[in-house]
């Protein structure tokens, strides 16, 4: 498969964008941990549902699919919590800080191997 002219221009720069972006997710994901309202944990986890959204939607055609599908995945257990039975509690389920950990390990193992 022929790349486009500028892809590797345009892969280098999602990358070093991948680097701020997995660190505005961990913050995210940690302000809504420690959240003690509902606005302020939902609020923080739609935060790091948009990053993740971005991420989703060009990761894969750049080449990053796993980075994309994993970034896909985040976002819609986060879009479940917030639409569910859960969302006017302020709690933030384990299961999507976890998922937010996995994908900002992920996120590292991708810049890391590229830099």
């Known amino acids: 498969m022929t790349e486009?002219?500028?892809?590797?221009?345009?892969?280098?720069?999602?990358?070093?964008?991948?680097?701020?972006r997995q660190t505005q997710i961990a913050s995210y994901g940690l302000a809504a941990w420690d959240g003690e309202t509902v606005e302020e944990i939902n609020s923080n986890l739609a935060g790091a549902q948009a990053i993740l959204h971005q991420i989703a939607g060009s990761a894969g055609s750049l080449g990053f699919e796993e980075l994309g599908q994993t970034a896909r995945n985040c976002e819609l257990q986060i879009v479940d919590h917030l639409a569910g039975p859960d969302a006017d509690l302020a709690i933030c389920p384990i299961e999507l800080i976890s998922a937010l950990d996995s994908f900002v390990a992920l996120c590292r193992k991708e810049t890391d191997a590229l830099s």
């Open 4 to 20: 486009l002219p500028g892809i590797e221009r345009i892969r280098t720069r999602f990358i070093e964008m991948l680097a701020e």
